[in-house]
């Protein structure tokens, strides 16, 4: 089974009584364990994309499939709890509470899900080590570099141990150093756990890591390139 298929999606925003077609039928399957780069001009609909692959948003018309599950059935609150089981979301600006610590920032989905206390803190710090941060569980997004926040979120996108982690442009605002290490998380935790990765990126070597690139443009798919067999 698919993690997630999208067929004929469609996504319109309505503003001021103007409608704004952001994506125009997008037909897209995320197999197990599948490493995915959606690339395309900024404005094309890459963000509006990711977030109906995650559940975050629902497509104005179209089916979209996640755990083989049709949202379209689910209300809200389902619609949350397929997302929380099934979803990690990394975004680009981190999205991480200030004043909080690296623990208690990935343990909060875990708050959510009605995880105890003690349980949570162990879980927190064990996907706090699996982004190498075992030694940073005690500081705050502001005591740490922008390359520890990405890998913070990470951690807190994959607490919840979801089978698909959708990151938005995930090294945009990073240098070249702190971008490869996170790259190399999100690689290592495709390689190693089987997660399915599916990231948005402007940078062409970044996106020809992945076994597929998917080309988005004007809210349709202009083109998909499938990544050579390894030999
Ligand atoms: N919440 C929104 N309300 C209205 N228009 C939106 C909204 N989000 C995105 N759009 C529009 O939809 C189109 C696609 O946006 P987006 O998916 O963010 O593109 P990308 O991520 O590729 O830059 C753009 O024209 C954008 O202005
Ligand atoms: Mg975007």
Do not use: W
């Amino acid at each position: 089974m698919a993690e997630i298929e999208a067929v004929e999606v469609t996504r319109s925003y309505r503003m001021d009584g103007v409608s704004v077609d952001a994506l125009r039928g997008v037909s897209l399957t995320i197999e197990e364990g599948d490493y995915a780069a959606i690339i395309g001009p900024s404005g094309s609909g890459k963000s509006t994309l990711m977030h109906l692959l995650g559940c975050l948003d629902r497509p104005t018309t179209g089916t979209l499939l996640v755990g083989g599950r049709d949202v379209g059935t689910l209300d809200d609150s389902e619609l949350a709890e397929l997302r929380n089981q099934t979803i990690g979301f990394v975004f680009q600006s981190f999205q991480l509470l200030a004043r909080t610590t690296a623990l208690d920032n990935v343990a909060l989905p875990l708050v959510y899900r009605g995880v105890r206390r003690a349980e949570r803190r162990k879980r927190a710090a064990e996907a706090l080590d699996a982004v190498n941060l075992g030694h940073r569980i005690g500081h705050k997004p502001t005591q740490m570099s922008g390359g520890e926040q990405q890998r913070v979120a990470i951690a807190r996108a994959l607490v919840g141990e979801p089978s698909v982690l959708l990151a938005d442009e995930p090294t945009g605002n990073l240098d070249t150093v702190n971008g490869d290490e996170v790259m190399g998380i999100l690689e290592r935790l495709n390689k190693e756990r089987g997660v399915a990765v599916v990231l948005v990126t402007h940078e062409a070597d970044i996106a020809a890591r992945a076994r597929r690139i998917i080309r988005v443009r004007d809210g349709l798919i202009e083109a998909v390139a499938e990544a050579p067999e390894p030999s």
